[in-house]
Antibody
């Protein structure tokens, strides 16, 4: 049973770069036909898919996002990361990492990490 | 992007009664080649991440009680909870994975009447 756990700074100032990490246990992020995703949820609101990285390292991002996004794998640590630059208050949300297979529904989720963008 | 619209936004159902949630996509999410609908349902309880309930519109995830069922095709889908239990109080989301970006409905809150 794969498990995912997010970590992050909790608080970031506007215009800075946000960096979050998702550690995966119970399976290798570099094997199988899996995609590793980031999804966010502002308080009291719905879910927004941010992007994904495949086990091969290829990526796809949501073109609707205003801030530049980078998702990358670190196979040596069995983790993947999200970098979101030039953040604004609208990026304040709980950020989840999640796994999907070749069909893009999300079968495993982390517990989420709250990110607050404030000066 | 495909827009997913759920109805109602909230509903209150008596224990043991049926709860029905609807989800409509702005375009068909039925892939005719495979005859599969690219739709999933999730349950989210307060302070928890979403949990996958159903995929391919009607296939229950392992371990999900059989009182949860999904139906529909094309653009119109339904999640039914037959015999609501207290632990089913949650927000429910539909999600399409027919095209990227994957998109979610706005959520439906289910409460006990």
């Amino acid at each position: 049973q794969v498990q995912l756990q997010e970590s992050g700074p909790g608080l970031v100032k506007p215009s800075q770069t946000l960096s979050l990490t998702c550690v995966v246990s119970g399976g290798s992020i570099s094997s199988g036909n899996y995609y590793w995703n980031w999804i966010r949820q502002p308080a009291g609101k719905g879910l927004e898919w941010i992007g994904r990285v495949h086990t091969t390292g290829s990526t796809y991002y949501n073109p609707s996002l205003k801030s530049p996004v980078t998702i990358s794998l670190d196979t040596s640590k069995n983790q993947f990361s999200l970098s979101l630059s030039s953040v604004t208050a609208t990026d304040t949300a709980v950020y989840y990492c999640a796994r999907c297979g070749g069909a893009f529904y999300f079968d495993s989720w982390g517990q989420g990490t709250l990110l607050n963008v404030s000066s | 992007d495909i827009v997913m619209t759920q109805s109602p936004d909230s509903l209150a159902v008596s224990l043991g009664e049926r709860a029905t949630i609807n989800c409509k996509s702005s375009q068909s999410i039925l892939y005719s080649f495979s005859n599969k609908n690219y739709l999933a349902w999730y349950q989210q309880k307060p302070g928890q991440p979403p949990k996958l309930l159903i995929y391919w519109a009607s296939t229950r995830e392992s371990g999900v009680p059989d009182r949860f069922s999904g139906s529909g095709s094309g653009t119109d889908f339904t999640l039914t909870i037959s015999g609501l239990q207290a632990e089913d109080v949650a927000v429910y989301y539909c999600q399409q994975y027919y095209t990227s970006p994957q998109t979610f409905g706005q959520g439906t809150t289910v409460e006990i009447k």
